[in-house]
């Protein structure tokens, strides 16, 4: 059945089972299909995506070896372990400096109008630890790449590129105005629920409980921090760690316990993720002195409440 026959059949479902609804529920139904849509169209540039996705690594590899004056090694075939994972490795042993993999990738990954939203990790292929990984992001504040000038050792490495989100710049821009209609149009309807929520008395279910962090307030059935009248969303994982460490203030958590507990059931644990959301925390409660997490070498963290 083709996508428009499909998106026909589920319109008529729809209609069907809202003729007692709302205005605003028809209407955000209508933008969900709409998005749905759009975005079902993507998947005929998957393989297009993939193409210039091997081609652009392929470059960054053959420019890492040039930095290393050498000229005859080659650059093995770049692979797509999984959708939008890809990984890069060499016919020799290497060293790098870990800047170097930073802009190679970036200036590579630029040239071919390719997400800039990307986890790299360099991976040592004797036994499958991470030896260097970073973060890149359009928002340079989300961006997170470790101190370079420490040059790994040459060994046999495989450099793992896995892309967080599958539009590639040029196809997102010429779709991008349908998406801001759409957006604005919710955005219009969101503003005045929430305008007509506020208008009703404030049931229990509103006065969520929550605990203080120095000047923060965290509400963890809510997924956030507010401190003075600013709310700061959290992702599921830092508010599964931040409750971990509020309810043990002053005590080293180890990571073993930190990682069974937030990644055990939610899928794979890899590289330096723990790190990565710590980092992404100590980000978010910088502001107040009275507070910060703490890394004990070797055993865990530790959130130090003044």
């Given amino acids: 059945m083709s996508t428009v026959a499909k998106s026909h059949e589920l319109l008529c479902y729809l209609h069907s089972i809202m003729n007692d609804q709302s205005i605003y529920y028809k209407t955000v139904l209508a933008m969900v299909v709409f998005l ?15 193409g210039t996705t091997k081609v652009a690594l392929r470059e960054a590899g053959h420019q890492l ?63 499958g630890e991470v030896a260097y990984s970073y973060e890149m992001f359009v928002e340079q504040e989300r961006t997170i790449i470790p101190c370079g000038g420490r040059n790994l050792p040459e060994a046999c490495y495989i450099i793992q590129v896995e892309f967080l989100d599958i539009l590639p710049t040029s196809s997102f821009t010429k779709r991008l105005t349908p998406f801001v209609l759409v957006f604005g149009v919710l955005l219009f309807l969101g503003f ?42 959290l992702s599921k994982k830092e508010c599964e760690l931040l409750e971990i460490f509020v309810a043990n203030p002053n005590q080293i958590i180890k990571r073993d ?9 939610n899928g794979v644990f890899v590289g330096r993720s723990l790190d990565t959301y710590i980092s992404k925390l100590r980000k978010i409660l910088k502001d107040d002195d009275s507070i910060r997490i703490s890394n004990v070498h070797g055993v865990g963290y530790k959130l130090e409440v003044d």
Avoid: H
């Fill in 36 to 50: 749905v849509v759009m975005t079902s169209c993507t998947k005929e540039n998957t393989n297009d995506i993939s």
């Fill in 65 to 127: 070896l040039l930095r290393k004056l050498d000229s005859t090694s080659l650059v093995l075939p770049v692979k797509e372990i999984e959708p939008y994972i890809y990984s890069l490795s060499f016919e020799k042993q290497i060293s790098f400096e870990p800047s170097d993999i930073v802009t190679v990738i970036d200036s590579s990954l630029n040239l071919a109008s390719i997400s800039k939203n990307y986890r790299v990790e360099v991976i040592q292929c004797t036994d």
């Fill in 192 to 233: 005045k629920y929430w305008q007509k929520r506020n208008m009703q008395p404030i049931s229990e279910e509103n006065t969520s409980s929550y605990s203080e962090i120095g000047t923060f307030k965290f509400y963890p059935e809510q997924n956030k921090l507010v401190k003075s009248a600013t709310e700061i969303s």
């Fill in 257 to 265: 316990e930190l990682t069974k507990k937030v990644w055990e059931d």
